[in-house]
Structure formats: C-alpha cells, structure tokens
C-alpha cells in the first residue's frame, strides 16, 4: 500500500501532506509571535521536501498526483509561510500604510512564487528531473527570505522598506531566466 504508485496515500505522498502540515501549523506559530518555533517547523518541512523525491524516484513512485501535491507543499511552506514570517517581523511596529505598502510587497512575492510553480508544473514531465532549473526554486527563495529575516531580525538592516526591497528582488528572480543547477 505505501509503495503502491497508484495510492494517493504512498509514502512520498504522505511525506509531502507531512510538509503541508508543518507549513501550516508554522503559520499558526507566526500568527502567534513565536517564530522561533516556525523557523523550526520551516526546516522540517524543507527536509521532508527533500525527502518526498528521493522516496519518489527510489520506489518509483512519482506520478501527476504526487508532482501537483508536491507544489502545493511548495506553495505553502516555500512561499506563503515565509512571506508571513517576514511580513509579520517587519511590519510589527508599522503603520497602517506602511503595512498596506509592505503587504504589496509580500502580496507580489506570493503570486510570483505560484506562477513559478505553475510554470514548473507545466514543464515537468514525471519522473524526469532536469540538470538545472529556470528561476530561482521556490526552497531556494524561502532561504533568501529567511536569511532577510535574521539580517532584520539582528538589525544588520532594520529598515523594512529596504528588506521589502530585497524581497522584490527575490520574487523576480523566482521567474527570471537564471539558471540553478538541480542537486
């Protein structure tokens, strides 16, 4: 049953819904002021990432459902669960404009990174992993922005119009014509 390709429900599923989950229960964290501990979930949910191709690919398992599935997960815990944790550290002690302005920002970000994936999607062909990728992946551009959160965070840069500067950047080069390669 878990190494059944067919199953909606085979183990590199199941470790993808495990990334969804610590995407989402991050949220909850961030929402709540604990970041600490959505960083934490973060880098769960990137092992799991990790994890879901190589069991994949191993036991043959990669199918439509699992490649969809998959962005998804990436959507949620490489895209929007980053975005928040940013957002929400920079804008805490903004105005009601300036969190209009950096929600903007953070707004353009999310919909690059989905875009990203869709055009991902409509590449991809199952099974097959490219040598490199077009754009910078949306894992690699969860880091980035994590790395800007320690930059804010240790107030190495503790102005957010300059952090939301650099998320531009980031949100651009999800679909941009650079190329990284695969590991």
Not at 48 to 65: C, H, M, P, Q, W
Not at 67 to 93: E, G, K, T
Request: glycine content about 6%; hydrophobic content about 55%.
């Amino acid at each position: 049953m878990l190494l059944n390709k067919n199953n909606r429900f085979n183990l590199a599923n199941l470790i993808t819904f495990g990334n969804i989950s610590c995407g989402i229960i991050a949220i909850h964290f961030i929402v709540h002021g604990e970041f600490f501990i959505a960083i934490i979930l973060a880098w769960i949910a990137g092992a799991l990432d990790i994890a879901d191709g190589k069991v994949a690919r191993k036991y043959n398992l990669s199918t439509e459902f699992g490649i969809q599935v998959d962005s998804y997960a990436d959507f949620i815990s490489f895209v929007v669960m980053p975005s928040f944790l940013l957002y929400y550290a920079i804008s805490a002690n903004s105005s009601n404009i300036e969190q209009f302005i950096l929600g903007i920002v953070f707004i353009a970000y999310i919909i690059s990174g989905l875009r990203r994936l869709i055009e991902f999607n409509l590449k991809v062909e199952v099974g097959e992993a490219e040598k490199y990728f077009t754009g910078v992946p949306t894992p690699l551009g969860a880091i980035l922005l994590w790395v800007l959160y320690l930059i804010f965070a240790y107030s190495v840069i503790s102005n957010p119009y300059i952090i939301a500067l650099f998320v531009a950047v980031i949100a651009w080069s999800l679909n941009s014509k650079i190329k990284i390669r695969h590991p």
